[in-house]
């Protein structure tokens, strides 16, 4: 489409589909082709992140997690699927900067819109998700990323208790407690600020139970 070839053009980043030999399983055997992600860097490229800033950025992801500065992304606990893709010869891409990112998950939707909603869909789209999620610099990328993710683990059985653990973490991540306003207190203590008080408390609690619900409407849906 337009806009991802202008990103690309600006950006000097170009992305394409291509294959290696990996495995996705902990009990495979041999290695066997995986559809991987090839990022190429034309002379005007963002000059790519440090060492020691790509540490710094992944020894911070705790603190920024607790904070809600940055989505947490659960991890798999599966019998059988590896976490990610293990590729034969070893080779990663490179760290991206956050607009490239926003590359790549640019062009996955792309991707999605134009293709039926399939298995091989989301086999096609992994690579663009962990792509996308290798770093996490962003609130913004890093919870869009984990949107289209959940969106891919939900049409696989193995994967959709995943998903929706996934679809829970980033509902608790937007609501919470340390982005909400707190309740300022009242100066004086009379029968009038109490009623007003319970009220707002009565508020809030409805609030709450709306959010709830929508909440496991959604995971309703996913399932």
Known sequence: SVEPASARRVLAVRVSQSGALGR???????????????????????????????????????????????PERVRL????????????????????WPLEQLLVLAEATHIKASQAQHE??????????????????????????LRLKVRCDSGRTRRRQLALMQLEALFLDVHHPLQRAPVPSAPDSNPTDTASTDADANATDSHTGDAAAAAAATTTALS
């Open 120 to 145: 091989m869909t989301n086999d096609q789209l992994e690579p663009y998700v962990s792509a996308s999620l290798s770093l996490p610099q962003w609130w913004s990328v890093q919870t869009a990323a």
């Open 77 to 96: 606990d599966d019998e059988t699927l590896l976490e990610e893709m293990t590729i034969a010869d070893g080779s990663k891409l490179p760290p991206l």
């Open 24 to 70: 996705r399983t902990k009990f495979q055997q041999s290695d066997v082709a995986q559809l991987t992600l090839n990022v190429a860097f034309g002379p005007l490229a963002l000059a790519r992140p440090e060492a020691a800033y790509e540490e710094r950025i992944r020894a911070s992801l705790p603190a920024r997690i607790s904070t809600a500065e940055i």
